[in-house]
Structures are given as structure tokens and as C-alpha cells.
């Protein structure tokens, strides 16, 4: 096998798990986990990119179909991604840890939880266009749903990483010391 890209991670053949990055909406699972996969010589895996390949945009399922239609779908592509044999990087839409089926999947892989506050995902939040789940006050919804998932967060979490004032190297950098020594 070759060796990690990056001599500082493990090197791919030595991951036998996936890596699966959670927490809240716009935390950076998606930009985290495609810079730590290429760093790290690893296939990513993002479940909300699938989701818009196979469905189309994510708010367009929301008005058609709802949210519930739009969780079933969410649900099947993560449980396809958790049952691939090939341990790759996985990032997770903020809500797709509440389904059980979810939860139980992710007790065979390493889960992080990129932790954040308001104040960090709202220029974020402000720039990405339309997201259904914060509908119609940003602020208040994405307050109510932290409060709400937090807990669930980081009752899965393995590693939780405190992603507030750190850019994405110095995230990838945390994560790798935590993933290669042990440390918290």
C-alpha cells in the first residue's frame, strides 16, 4: 500500500474504520473532511452531495415532498455509505444522527463532533443560499436546533473537536494529534 500523503496522519491501510464527521449545519464537516480525506489519502464521502446527485437540491425536496421524505432519502444514502467495506472520510447533514438506524450504524465507525457556536457558522449560514431547516428566522431555528441536538451529538461523538476561532488546517491538525496520539 502507499503511505499517507501526509507523514504526520496514519497512513490509509491503517484506518479500518470510517472517520464520520457530525454536528451542527454549516459546522465544516463538508471542507473539514474533504482536506483531511486528500491529506490523508482517503476517500470522502459527503451524504448531502449524494443526496442532491440522486434527489436535487435538498430545498426543493423539502417543498415537494417534506421534511420527512427528505430524512427516509437521508437515511438511505448514509446507511449505504456506513455499509461500504472501504473505510473512507464521511461527513453527515446536521440532522441525519437523529434516525436510529443512523445512530446504531455509526457505533461501528470513529465519529467526530465538529463543535461551534453561532457566532462561527452565521456569515456561513448568511452566504449559502436557501436552507429549509432555518426557515424563516436563521437565527432563532439554528439556536433551537443546537439546543436540541447537542446532546445527541455528544452522546455519538468518539472525538470532539471545538472548531470555534481555528481554520481548517489547524481543525485537520487538531484532529490528527487526537487520531494519532490519543489525546482529547
Not at 464520520?20 to 483531511?36: D, H
Not at 438511505?76 to 447533514?93: C, D, F, K, Q, Y
Not at 437523529?98 to 461551534?116: H, M, R
Not at 462561527?120 to 432563532?140: K, N, Q
Given at each position: 500500500?502507499s503511505?499517507?500523503?501526509?507523514?504526520?496522519l496514519?497512513?490509509?491501510h491503517?484506518?479500518?474504520r470510517?472517520?464520520?464527521?457530525?454536528?451542527?449545519?454549516?459546522?465544516?464537516?463538508?471542507v473539514?473532511?474533504?482536506?483531511?480525506?486528500?491529506r490523508?489519502?482517503?476517500?470522502?464521502?459527503?451524504?448531502?452531495?449524494?443526496?442532491?446527485?440522486?434527489h436535487?437540491?435538498?430545498?426543493?425536496?423539502?417543498?415537494?415532498?417534506?421534511?420527512?421524505?427528505?430524512?427516509e432519502?437521508e437515511?438511505?444514502?448514509?446507511?449505504?455509505?456506513?455499509?461500504?467495506?472501504?473505510?473512507?472520510?464521511?461527513s453527515?447533514?446536521?440532522?441525519?444522527?437523529?434516525?436510529?438506524?443512523?445512530?446504531?450504524?455509526?457505533?461501528?465507525?470513529t465519529?467526530?463532533?465538529?463543535?461551534?457556536?453561532?457566532?462561527?457558522?452565521?456569515?456561513?449560514?448568511?452566504?449559502?443560499?436557501?436552507?429549509?431547516?432555518l426557515?424563516?428566522d436563521?437565527?432563532?431555528?439554528?439556536?433551537?436546533l443546537?439546543?436540541?441536538?447537542?446532546?445527541?451529538?455528544e452522546?455519538?461523538?468518539?472525538?470532539?473537536?471545538?472548531?470555534?476561532?481555528?481554520?481548517?488546517?489547524?481543525?485537520i491538525?487538531?484532529?490528527?494529534?487526537?487520531?494519532?496520539?490519543?489525546?482529547?
Amino acid at each position: 500500500m502507499s503511505r499517507s500523503p501526509d507523514p504526520h496522519l496514519p497512513e490509509p491501510h491503517s484506518i479500518r474504520r470510517h472517520l464520520v464527521l457530525i454536528g451542527f449545519m454549516a459546522a465544516g464537516k463538508s471542507v473539514v473532511g474533504r482536506s483531511y480525506a486528500a491529506r490523508a489519502g482517503l476517500p470522502f464521502v459527503d451524504t448531502d452531495e449524494l443526496v442532491v446527485e440522486r434527489h436535487g437540491s435538498i430545498a426543493d425536496l423539502f417543498t415537494a415532498r417534506g421534511e420527512r421524505y427528505f430524512r427516509e432519502v437521508e437515511a438511505r444514502t448514509v446507511a449505504a455509505a456506513l455499509e461500504s467495506p472501504v473505510p473512507a472520510v464521511i461527513s453527515l447533514g446536521g440532522g441525519a444522527v437523529l434516525d436510529s438506524g443512523t445512530q446504531q450504524l455509526l457505533a461501528g465507525t470513529t465519529v467526530v463532533f465538529l463543535d461551534t457556536d453561532l457566532a462561527t457558522v452565521l456569515p456561513r449560514i448568511s452566504r449559502s443560499g436557501h436552507r429549509p431547516m432555518l426557515a424563516p428566522d436563521p437565527v432563532r431555528r439554528w439556536q433551537e436546533l443546537a439546543t436540541a441536538r447537542r446532546p445527541v451529538y455528544e452522546s455519538l461523538a468518539d472525538i470532539t473537536i471545538d472548531t470555534r476561532g481555528l481554520t481548517v488546517p489547524a481543525i485537520i491538525d487538531r484532529l490528527t494529534s487526537v487520531l494519532t496520539k490519543g489525546e482529547d
